[in-house]
């Protein structure tokens, strides 16, 4: 005899992410004030990055989800870069419930693309002639809670 220790239905299939595919979308470095920004500062400039998520459904479990990043640094009113990413990826939501798809889809795989978003910003940065920019973690939950607070 069998022995279930859940009951019936008590060996449903876990949930899990794919990652089908990881690119850029749209990448752009400016350097508007070169050489003049590239002389050594006595300063650490002042550096803004801000993080945007969207996503859409591609079919019932595949959504492409775009981690947007748009960062300025400046040193006395003069800017010494500007950088623009949109790095996307396709996912597949497996046996995941529909009243939290929402939060895996704009929390959960952000957190996967970043690491390479922020890759792709430290070596766009230094070959533009600046040290790498290592941008800190982010948190995708915070900025999920911020973004339908607003809503």
Same mark, same amino acid.
């Given at each position: 005899?069998?022995? !279930? %220790? ?8 876990? *949930? *899990?992410?794919? #990652? ?5 979308? /749209? $990448?752009?470095?400016?350097?508007p004030n070169a050489p003049r920004s590239m002389m050594a500062l006595a300063q650490p400039p002042a550096v803004n990055i801000q ?6 459904? $591609?079919?019932? !479990? /595949?959504?492409?989800?775009? &981690? ?6 400046? =040193?006395?009113?003069?800017? &010494?870069? =500007?950088?623009? &990413? #949109? ?7 497996? /046996? #995941?419930?529909?009243? #939290? ?10 957190? $996967? &693309?970043?690491?390479? *978003?922020?890759?792709? +910003?430290?070596? *766009? +940065? ?9 941008? /800190? ?5 915070? $900025?999920?809670? %911020? ?5």
């Amino acid at each position: 005899m069998a022995n !279930t %220790n859940g009951g019936p239905g008590a060996s449903a299939a876990p *949930a *899990a992410i794919s #990652v089908l595919g990881q690119y850029v979308k /749209d $990448l752009s470095f400016e350097n508007p004030n070169a050489p003049r920004s590239m002389m050594a500062l006595a300063q650490p400039p002042a550096v803004n990055i801000q993080f945007n998520v969207n996503a859409k459904p $591609l079919s019932g !479990t /595949d959504y492409e989800v775009e &981690l947007a990043v748009e960062g300025k640094a400046e =040193h006395e009113q003069m800017v &010494l870069f =500007h950088i623009e &990413l #949109v790095y996307a990826g396709i996912f597949r939501l497996a /046996d #995941v419930p529909q009243d #939290v798809a929402q939060q895996v889809v704009l929390i959960e795989c952000p957190r $996967l &693309l970043f690491p390479f *978003a922020r890759q792709i +910003i430290a070596d *766009a +940065i230094r070959d533009g002639g600046f040290p790498p920019l290592m941008i /800190d973690p982010v948190d995708f939950a915070a $900025l999920y809670r %911020n973004r339908f607070q607003q809503a």
